[in-house]
């Protein structure tokens, strides 16, 4: 039997809880800090926070946020959005965050990624590919929350990003985001066989099925958001998590 993280993503925005569908339509769910302390309770694996509405926007991270909702959560916990500097990078980790997700700033900065690495370790610092198909439908990597093209593919990325020294990437798909359809297993396959680094898949996912697929397609890590947060057809908001016997019969047991 081989236990593997699956962790919940919660997209902050104007100090709320949103998720979107294909990194749009951002729908409100409520107080991040309520999800954070329901998930406390699940003793979920990790948690990762990212907020869409710096990167949007172009701002710095909210450092006073940031701080405290890292004094409530009990499991390790991911922060993205905004990050920029070095400088940035130590303060989330001063402020109780046990990793940093760079996104934007990994293709205009590639340095900063070996800087953050040096300076806090390679474990804590992650690049999230977020990635989708150009018109010609080959895969690209998208900057600000998904509205600029790099023109680089996610498998060139990858490699970049593990040479300039990251521990981890998230290969985030914009197309799957939200819709229930299934993580990209064929992307998954050809970033895994192409670095050594951690992979964790995240969009698309609907059930436990989806997360067995991924880590046999190469994954070390399953995330995902949809399925924590809402219940049922019509999407009401239910913080969730499976118990850990569950994910033993539906995941552990099964990879």
Not at 134 to 141: H, S
């Amino acid at each position: 039997m081989r236990r593997i993280r699956v962790i919940p993503v919660l997209l902050m925005q104007n100090n709320g809880l949103y998720k979107t569908v294909k990194f749009a339509n951002a729908n409100y769910l409520g107080d991040p800090i309520n999800a954070v302390k329901i998930f406390n309770e699940k003793e979920v694996d990790e948690l990762l926070l990212l907020d869409i509405g710096v990167c949007r926007s172009k701002s710095k991270p909210d450092f006073k946020k940031i701080e405290i909702i890292a004094g409530e959560a009990f499991m390790p916990m991911g922060y993205g959005g905004g990050v920029s500097s070095v400088e940035e990078i130590k303060r989330i980790i001063f402020s109780g965050f046990e990793k940093v997700i760079i996104g934007t700033a990994a293709y205009s900065n590639p340095s900063l990624v070996g800087e953050g690495s040096r300076l806090v370790g390679s474990q804590s610092i992650v690049v999230s590919i977020d990635y989708r198909n150009n018109l010609f439908g080959k895969p690209k990597v998208y900057g600000l929350s998904g509205k600029e093209n790099t023109g680089m593919s996610p498998i060139d990325m990858a490699k970049k990003m593990e040479d300039s020294g990251a521990g981890e990437l998230i290969l985030h798909s914009i197309e799957r985001d939200g819709t229930y359809t299934g993580y990209d297993l064929d992307l998954i396959t050809k970033i895994s066989e192409s670095v050594s680094i951690p992979i964790v898949a995240c969009g698309g996912a609907s059930e436990a099925k989806d997360f067995v697929n991924a880590v046999r397609a190469g994954a070390s890590a399953v995330a995902a958001g949809s399925v924590f947060v809402y219940h049922g057809h019509h999407k009401a908001v239910l913080i969730s998590y499976p118990s850990q016997d569950r994910l033993k019969a539906d995941l552990y047991e099964k990879i």
